[in-house]
């Protein structure tokens, strides 16, 4: 099946809007809507959106259908400056063998995911952030920012959300933050606050 690219600008050249599009697709695929939305309740990916008054105005995905969402965008697009798969699965590897195994004590949360997991949320960092840092960067960045908890793990990250977390802010809007990013972006800057520290 042929992969379907759609933007803002290409629909309001037309006349019509991004959602006018999106239903125009629908039909145009036969698609059932009141099966789809079903089945989106059902799975948990869509929940009502009430006022103040419990009133329902409508419907807001919710984190887990942010996340498929999110996965199908980037599966479905062609990016070449996305890693390959190869390199995005030893890459998986690697980070996963650099955290704790098991659960993270006093939660059902394991520390890290299966490497075909973890390689979907490569996949989102690559596509939010870009291609700006090395594997061996990354990596790096990782082992530093798990030997900095010292073997005491209670406040540190699991594997996914290290690499990106995604949160419904207080006005319904979906943030990203990444760890992982941080750690990146500020690689050496300890090593000059020390060089100042020796001096004074």
């Known amino acids: 099946m042929a992969t379907i690219h759609l933007n803002r600008e290409a629909c309001a050249s037309n006349g019509i809007s991004l959602g006018e599009a999106l239903l125009l697709l629908m039909y145009h695929c036969k698609e059932d809507l009141d099966k789809a939305q079903d089945l989106l309740i059902r799975s948990g990916y869509i929940t009502a959106e009430r006022d103040t008054l419990f009133q329902q105005t409508g419907w807001r995905l919710t984190n887990s259908g942010t996340t498929i969402l999110h996965n199908v965008l980037t599966d479905s697009e062609v990016d070449d400056t996305m890693p390959s798969e190869q390199e995005l699965q030893e890459l998986a590897a690697s980070l996963k063998a650099i955290f ?3 659960k993270k004590l006093g939660t059902n949360n394991y520390w ?6 973890i390689v979907k949320r490569l996949k989102l960092f690559f596509k939010k952030y870009g291609r700006n840092y090395t594997n061996d960067q990354i990596v790096a960045a990782t082992r530093e920012y798990v030997e900095s908890f010292n073997g005491d793990y209670r406040f540190m990250r699991t594997l996914k959300y290290f690499i990106l977390k995604e949160v419904r802010g207080a006005d319904g809007m979906v943030e990203s933050a990444s760890d992982l990013l941080t750690r990146l972006d500020n690689a050496g800057q300890e090593d000059v606050d020390d060089w100042r520290d020796n001096v004074r």
Request: no cysteine; charged share 10%.
């Open 100 to 102: 704790p195994t098991g």
């Open 112 to 117: 890290t995911e299966g490497v075909a997991l």
